[in-house]
Structure formats: structure tokens, C-alpha cells
């Protein structure tokens, strides 16, 4: 029996995604706020966006600048984020923050933000015979400023709401199997 018999893998990019797309509540009220704060087909300015409006889920967010042509920083990255990463990204450029084949496959999503203006949904899991291992994230632009750049909210969560902290990756059988098998 091959191994992807075991486990099967859902990656997906859905730019400007229906509720029914989303896998979880945090991110799709999350999304709810930010279209009610939209105006047209145009992003909302980030002055708009109040965290406070998130509640709880806030805290599986952070703020990225981007800057023309192609620098992103974390200026905020909050508590739920930091957990998950198992380190404070806040002031870190991608180029810091990420290993090479993630810092590309990174930079592809929030260029693509950019470039659409439009939100993305991004599904990147694996379904294994017990739950699915990933994790969910939405990226949510703003308003250019007259220099080109910009705000982008990042919010984050995996897709097994039990996962809490980085160490709760690293230490899981089936995730530890997945990153043996293939380049999870």
C-alpha cells in the first residue's frame, strides 16, 4: 500500500474565497469583519481595521509591511502566532524569518496578495488517518499608500485546533512520519 494511501494532501490558493471555504470560525469571522469594512471592490484602509472587533481571535494574527518591489516585515505578530512559530518574528524581514523554500513559497503568497489586491484563503494540509496536519492561513491587503506600500494582516491557524505551540509539531508521531516521507 503506498503511503498516500495513508495520507492525502489538500493544498489550495483561493483568492477572494466564499464562506463556505473556510475550515475553521476563527478565520472566517475574521474575514466577515474585514468585508464589512470594505468599501467597493477597492482594500479597506488599515486604519479602519480595529483588532479589537477579532476578540479572541486577534491573537492568530499579525501585521505585515510591504514595501515596492519586494521587502515584507512583521511589525506585529501576535501571541497565538508566536506560540505556533515558537519564536517572536515581530521587525523580521521574510528574507530573516524563513529558510530558503519556505521564504519562496512565502514571498509567492503575499506577492500574490499584492498583485490581485484581493484576500487569500490558503489551505496547506495533510489529512492522516487520525486529524489534519497544516495549518489554514488568510492574508488580508490593504490600501496602498502613495509610495506603493502597504499593510497586509496575517492570520494564521493550524488545522488541528489541539496544536498550541511549536514544540507540539515537532513532537507528533504522524507529523514526524509525514516529514520523513515527504517535504511537508
Not at 484602509?45 to 516585515?73: M, N
Not at 529558510?99 to 503575499?110: C, L
Amino acid at each position: 500500500m503506498a503511503w498516500n494511501d495513508f495520507f492525502k494532501r489538500q493544498k489550495q490558493i483561493l483568492s477572494n474565497p466564499a464562506l463556505s471555504d473556510f475550515d475553521n470560525l476563527p478565520l472566517k469571522f475574521t474575514y466577515l469583519y474585514y468585508k464589512s469594512i470594505k468599501k467597493g471592490n477597492l482594500p479597506p484602509k488599515f486604519s479602519d481595521f480595529d483588532f479589537k472587533k477579532l476578540g479572541t481571535f486577534e491573537r492568530y494574527c499579525a501585521v505585515v509591511q510591504h514595501k515596492v518591489p519586494q521587502f515584507f516585515q512583521y511589525l506585529e505578530v501576535k501571541d497565538k502566532l508566536v506560540s505556533l512559530y515558537g519564536k517572536d518574528l515581530t521587525n523580521q524581514t521574510f528574507e530573516t524569518a524563513y529558510e530558503k523554500k519556505d521564504y519562496e513559497y512565502v514571498m509567492g503568497i503575499y506577492l500574490k496578495v499584492c498583485e490581485n489586491e484581493t484576500p487569500l484563503y490558503v489551505r496547506n494540509s495533510w489529512r492522516t488517518l487520525v486529524r489534519n496536519v497544516g495549518y489554514y492561513s488568510l492574508l488580508l491587503p490593504f490600501e496602498k499608500h502613495e509610495d506603493g506600500s502597504r499593510y497586509i494582516v496575517s492570520c494564521i491557524t493550524p488545522s488541528d485546533l489541539g496544536i498550541k505551540y511549536a514544540k507540539d509539531w515537532k513532537e507528533a508521531d504522524d507529523i514526524k512520519t509525514l516529514q520523513n516521507m515527504v517535504d511537508f
